[in-house]
């Protein structure tokens, strides 16, 4: 079975503080997809963060987290992360990893298929 | 970037009812639009791929259509398990979603 596990990396930290969250991947060929990270503030909508495609040579961030955050991935480790630096309050959120779906393969501007339970960040003083 | 709206932000409905949540893009997205599901304290699930494709495993009574700007999910006969938020993701130029909507019962 597919599955994403957001294995660590959340948790409280000051603002301006650090914070690297990862993602194992299981079950799937996971060379051959595009991944991404998407947050959530609790009770409210959907926020895609940032995507990589599926060898690391192509990356995209949302204007809220460019120059802060850098997503990267480990094929022979399966496993996708997102560093996350000069955080800011705004950036409390729960943050899923999902895979990309295949419309277009690879890549990571595509439909999300397979999604992480979420890893709850806190900014806060 | 691509703003995406949907409506309504809220909808009340019975068990057996057929409902439609709108999505409209700020320019054309194609169809490059997908439709999520997503139950408290859960990770989305997706519905639909490429406006109208049903994904694996998901009851026929969704069902997507639209192109370009406009787009429309069906529930065809509400179950007691489609009572969630629903949004709609484009992915024409990046990605992003609706501001969702909350299915209730009525």
């Known amino acids: 079975e597919a599955q994403l596990v957001e294995e660590s990396g959340g948790g409280v930290v000051r603002p301006g503080g650090s914070l690297r969250l990862s993602c194992a991947a299981s079950?799937?060929?996971?060379?051959?997809?595009?991944m991404t990270w998407v947050r959530q503030v609790p009770g409210k909508g959907l926020e895609w963060v940032s995507g990589i495609n599926w060898n690391g040579g192509e990356t995209g961030y949302a204007d809220s987290v460019k120059g802060r955050f850098t997503i990267s991935r480990d094929n022979a480790k399966k496993s996708l992360y997102l560093q996350m630096s000069s955080l800011r309050v705004e950036d409390t959120a729960l943050y899923f990893c999902?895979?990309?779906?295949?419309?277009?393969?690879?890549?990571?501007?595509?439909?999300?298929?397979?999604w992480g339970q979420g890893a709850a960040v806190i900014v806060s003083s | 970037d691509i703003q995406m709206t949907q409506s309504p932000s809220t909808l009340s409905a019975s068990v057996g009812e057929r409902v439609t949540i709108t999505c409209r893009a700020s320019q054309s997205v194609n169809n490059w639009l997908a439709w999520y599901q997503q139950k408290p304290g859960e990770a989305p699930k997706l519905l639909i791929y490429k406006a109208s494709s049903l994904e694996s495993g998901v009851p026929s009574r969704f069902s997507g259509s639209g192109s370009g700007t406009y787009f429309t999910l069906t529930i065809s006969g509400l179950q007691p398990e489609d009572f969630a938020t629903y949004y709609c993701?484009?992915?024409?130029?990046?990605?992003?979603f609706g501001q969702g909507t909350k299915l209730e019962i009525k």
């Open positions: 993701q484009q992915y024409q130029s990046y990605c992003s």
């Open positions: 999902a895979r990309g779906g295949g419309t277009n393969l690879g890549d990571y501007v595509d439909a999300f298929d397979i």
């Open positions: 079950g799937f060929p996971f060379k051959d997809y595009g």
